[in-house]
Structures are given as C-alpha cells and as structure tokens.
Nanobody, 120 residues
C-alpha cells in the first residue's frame, strides 16, 4: 500500500510559479513510477507528467511541456511538480499517482488532490 499526500497548491497570478509536492508513505517509494494528473471543473481528469522509479525518464503532456518539470527525491519519498509560466487554463485540482510501471493505463494509488488557481 502507498499513501500519497499532495501539498503546495494555492492562488497565483498568470505568469507565476508554484511547486507541488507529493509525499508518499512506505519503504518502497523508489520502486514506484509517479505521475501528476489534473482535473478542471466540468472536465475529465487529464495526464500532466510522469517520472520513472529511478527518475531517469520523464514524460509530459503537450500542454505543459517546457513550463512544468516533474522530479523526485527517493530519499525523501517525495515527488515534485515545478510549474512555471502558469496560465488560467492550468487551474485545476492536481493529483499525484503511483504505480509499479510508468506505462500503466490505470494508476494504482492516488492522493486527495490540491487546488491550483491561476488568475488572469
């Protein structure tokens, strides 16, 4: 079992930055791929970024490529999402997820989400 707790959300003006964190429980964090998803009001949840268990490979949605960076610190059981040049359309609840493989189509574990609001 993996428990995930997100933090770092908030209100920011367009063009600003935020860094989200996702702290994971358990001693096997380093064996899990991690990802960030988001869900805006009235929309389906969408993929944002993912990182392999080792941290060597990362993947991004086209909409955030070049602006967001996913990273992880296996010693701290934490994955991060650095978000720069934020846009109003980035407003959403952001969720982190974990699975044994980054190639999964159904992530096993989810956090409760953290709200990000970008004002224009």
């Amino acid at each position: 079992q993996v428990q995930l707790v997100e933090s770092g959300g908030g209100l920011v003006q367009a063009g600003g930055s935020l860094r989200l964190s996702c702290a994971a429980s358990g001693r096997t964090f380093s064996s899990y791929a991690m990802a960030w998803f988001r869900q805006a009001p009235g929309k389906e949840r969408e993929f944002v970024a993912a990182i392999t268990s080792s941290g060597i490979s990362t993947y991004y949605a086209d909409s955030v490529k070049g602006r967001f960076t996913i990273s992880r610190d296996n010693a701290k059981n934490t994955v991060y999402l650095q978000m720069n040049s934020l846009k109003p359309e980035d407003t959403a609840v952001y969720y982190c997820a974990a699975d044994r493989t980054v190639r999964t189509t159904r992530w096993d574990y989810w956090g409760q989400g953290t709200q990000v609001t970008v004002s224009s």
